[in-house]
RNA sequence: GGCGACGUGGCCGAGUGGUUAGGCACAGGUCUGCAAAACCUUGUACGGCGGUUCGAGUCCGCCCGUCGCCUCCA
């Protein structure tokens, strides 16, 4: 494929990439809600959609990418009815529900740069956006296709279905959904139709987060943040709409249905939002779903700490990150100790190889060309190209920057001897290597930090081991020289009736 | 029950109807005082039953199983 096509899951099928107005693309993303850790499934839709960027800004586009940030607390179903996610964390932390909102904002940020992720241009956060979003729903009901009840507005969802077509995303069909939830909750609800969903819903009196509206004192409902923040940054139809498949019903399906009926008046000016709508795939542990009621919600810090009793280790975020990469992002992933294990040495191999790559000197050697490594190297940007251009599949280019690598390891090692392919194709293929790693897969060395911390620990457990025993046989010429040329390199000893604790000290 | 996505070798995972995905593990080899690392080489597969086809992991049907959604959580 010399051209970029995606899945769009709005027609079930793989299209052409044709952005609405080239060069410049818009690409909207739904991101986290800021009440809690970041965890596995909030780094697969974040990178998946940093290889999209990546990938066409690389192509030459000037890409428009917003990603939001959903501060505003909106209601739980379980014992805690009636209060806010948001709201539930402050009362048990003592923190203003902003402070919250921002701390785990934070807390995204610095696990996201972690996995190096680019940052989106606009991160707008949903309380920003009150303003517009009132305005948005005056719109809706100015054309028809909402009511106000008891200071809440709902969509009113059999009324736009006249006109457009609800579930055109999902697959679904409003009798479906209708007999899907007939049995229960009618009655309970003010809404018309159990379809119909919340665009402002009226503030119970202990609710903090509040705003006030034509409607009274509220808030919004889930769906009409996106609408409005994409619309005002990328307008009313952009090219690309991302997020996890579990979005993909209700909220995305709210969301072309919002955008219609608040953008358009008539069906014949339907824009459905965004042209291309792309959903990442779910992640599963061992096979189960995760879930904090199953103990298995991992969160990233979690991850990169090894600090949780599932994990047999520390991951670093890099290696979480290639891990992600060694699967589509439209297939469910599992994921393990042992799984990620197995990444964690690939990756290392592939740095390594990386490494030898750059430490070849192809310069005045004796050229002995093979075919087949030539073969290899010549083809290796088209191939990664081509497997980029089929809906991202960065599993294919990351075989096949394994396919490369027997060869950039020969080379290395025929180093001073034999050179066995083309200098010119050698320079162009290391050219692609670092471009296909870094700049379109996002990856990077491994810092070392990390690893460097372990291994002076492990280092000087070796020397106080050697020391003690030293010390056990009266040795104290030795256990005198480790204490005293230590200390000249800052480190300083102290013996204590539980051992020997070591620190550094200027 | 409905909608959607899936079920590939010991594990994770690509796969556009016809000849090797790839990674990890395992095995053999090179190297090595021994070992490890590194490098080289190799084996093991398409949930079940039918169907279409010269030929199916790849298309169609049914069955079984998994995951997500179907909630005024976002």
Redesign the pocket.
């Known amino acids: 494929m010399d051209k970029l096509s995606v899945y769009n899951s709005l027609t079930?099928k793989k299209e052409l990439f044709e952005p609405l107005n080239p060069p410049f693309v818009g690409m909207y993303v739904c991101g986290p809600?800021v009440y809690g850790n970041a965890h596995l499934g909030h780094a697969r839709s974040a990178i998946t959609f940093d290889i999209v960027y990546r990938y066409l800004l690389d192509q030459g586009y000037k890409v428009r990418y917003v990603r939001n940030i959903?501060d505003?607390?909106?209601?739980?179903?379980d014992a805690d009815e009636g209060e806010?996610?948001v709201e539930k964390q402050a009362r048990l932390e003592q923190l203003e529900p902003m402070e919250v909102a921002q701390r785990y904002y934070n807390a995204y940020t610095r696990d996201m740069d972690a996995m190096n992720l680019l940052r989106p241009g606009i991160e707008p956060r949903?309380t920003g956006h009150i303003p517009e979003q009132i305005e948005a729903v005056q719109k809706i009901l100015e054309h028809g296709f909402a009511y106000e009840v008891n200071g809440?507005v709902y969509f009113d969802v059999p009324k736009y279905h006249e006109k457009f077509q609800y579930g055109k995303l999902?697959?679904?069909d409003l009798e479906?959904?209708l007999a899907?939830?007939r049995s229960d909750?009618e009655g309970l609800?003010?809404?018309r139709h159990?379809?119909d969903?919340?665009l402002w819903?009226k503030a119970s009196p202990n609710h903090i987060m509040r705003w006030n509206s034509p409607w009274g004192e509220g808030f919004p409902?889930?769906h009409i943040?996106c609408t409005v923040m994409s619309t005002k940054y990328l307008g009313p139809k952009y090219d690309i709409h991302g997020g996890g498949?579990?979005?993909?019903?209700?909220?995305h399906e709210a969301e072309i249905a919002q955008s219609n009926a608040c953008n358009c008046h008539q069906p014949e000016n339907m824009q459905d939002e965004a042209k291309y709508w792309l959903h990442n795939?779910?992640i599963?542990y061992?096979?189960?779903?995760?879930?904090k009621s199953l103990g298995n919600a991992i969160s990233l810090e979690e991850f990169f700490s090894g600090n949780h009793p599932l994990l047999a280790q520390a991951y670093s975020p890099l290696v979480i990150r290639f891990f992600i990469l060694?699967?589509?992002y439209?297939?469910?992933?599992?994921?393990?100790n042992?799984?990620l294990?197995?990444?964690e040495?690939?990756y290392?191999?592939l740095n390594?190889?990386l490494k030898r790559l750059d430490g070849i000197q192809p310069e005045g050697k004796v050229v002995a060309v093979n075919e087949a490594f030539e073969q290899n190297l010549r083809t290796f940007l088209d191939d990664c190209r081509a497997y980029m251009n089929?809906?991202f599949?960065t599993?294919?280019v990351?075989?096949r920057m394994?396919?490369a690598?027997?060869v950039v390891?020969?080379l290395y090692?025929a180093q001073g001897k034999t050179f066995a392919v083309e200098q010119e194709t050698f320079r162009q293929f290391r050219q692609a290597f670092h471009k296909v790693f870094y700049d379109w897969l996002g990856l990077k060395a491994e810092t070392e930090e990390g690893q460097q911390h372990e291994v002076i620990d492990g280092l000087m457990k070796i020397i106080i081991d050697i020391r003690a025993e030293a010390r056990k046989a009266k040795n104290w010429a030795l256990s005198d020289k480790i204490r005293d040329e230590l200390s000249a390199l800052n480190i300083k000893l102290e013996d204590t009736p539980n051992g020997t604790d070591w620190y550094y000290e200027k």
């Open positions: 079930r809600t959903t505003v607390g909106h209601l739980v179903n806010s996610k949903a809440s999902s697959g679904r479906q959904i899907g939830s909750l609800s003010e809404k159990p379809a969903f919340a819903k409902g889930w943040e498949m579990d979005l993909l019903f209700p909220h795939n779910m599963t061992e096979g189960q779903k995760m879930g060694q699967a589509h439209r297939s469910t992933l599992d994921f393990s042992t799984a294990q197995a990444s040495k690939a290392k191999r390594e190889g089929d809906d599949n599993a294919r990351i075989a394994f396919d690598l027997p390891n020969q090692k």
